[in-house]
């Protein structure tokens, strides 16, 4: 079956450092890949999407690419902000003739910016 | 456009009750989905419901269920509560049932068991 790893942290950075939450998946066929955002008492907002190899999805700083070769997709933020303090998840769903749709979902990474 | 709407947001029962939890996609969505998020096991997939008819299962037992309205609103429903089945429980909606497409999650239900 489809899986998703991430590490899980927590990770703790200081204002302005350097992001990278790595991520991996496992698929049989050609999946969409998602990185989806939670805040503290909220539910899941998407944060990004690639929907194809070698595409790129990019939201409010955030980027990631769709690396099929290497089965990855790897959230990076250049400059982070306390604002981004959340729970990060890597997620995948994946055509099958529509009679398996859903999102699986990586364990989430808890990621906290000090001032 | 109002978002995804799940009631009630808190929840407290006792073991060997039922409950019943709602969910009103966005206008216009017609794939629901339920996912359980606790602690330990993260966010796992429930099920999925399009045009009133569940498509997709994940590995729950069958005291989970739910159902989906002509509207699209869904409920799900547990039956016999576990003390293990405390958790949030997210609801999703997708305008279609494509891969590619985004699913719009509602802020959940967060059920405590006692």
């Known amino acids: ?115 | 456009k109002a978002g995804v709407t799940q009631t009630p947001r808190y929840l407290i029962k006792t073991r060997g009750q039922q409950v019943t939890l709602s969910c009103s996609p966005i206008s216009g969505h017609r794939s629901v989905s339920w996912y359980q998020q606790t602690p330990g096991q993260g966010l796992q997939f429930l099920f999925e419901y399009f045009s009133e008819t569940q498509r997709n299962k994940g590995n729950f037992p069958g005291r989970f269920s739910g159902r989906q309205f002509s509207n699209s609103r869904s409920e799900m429903n547990v039956s016999t509560l576990e003390l293990g089945d405390s958790a949030l429980y997210l609801c999703a909606s997708s305008l279609n049932r494509q891969a590619r497409e985004r699913a719009f999650f509602g802020q959940g239900t967060r059920l405590t068991v006692v």
Request: charged share 20%; hydrophobic share 30%.
């Open chain 1, 1 to 115: 079956g489809n899986s998703v790893t991430q590490m899980e942290g927590p990770v703790t950075l200081s204002e302005e450092a350097f992001l990278t939450i790595n991520c991996t998946y496992t698929a049989t066929g050609y999946p969409s890949l998602f990185w989806y955002v939670q805040y503290p008492g909220e539910g899941l907002q998407l944060l990004l999407k690639a929907t194809k190899a070698d595409d790129k999805g990019s939201n409010k700083g955030f980027e990631a690419t769709y690396r099929k070769e290497t089965t990855s997709f790897h959230l990076e933020k250049g400059s982070v902000q306390v604002s981004d303090s959340a729970v990060y998840f890597c997620a995948l769903s994946e055509d099958s003739g529509g009679s398996n749709y859903k999102l699986t979902f990586g364990k989430g990474t808890l990621l906290t910016v000090n001032p």
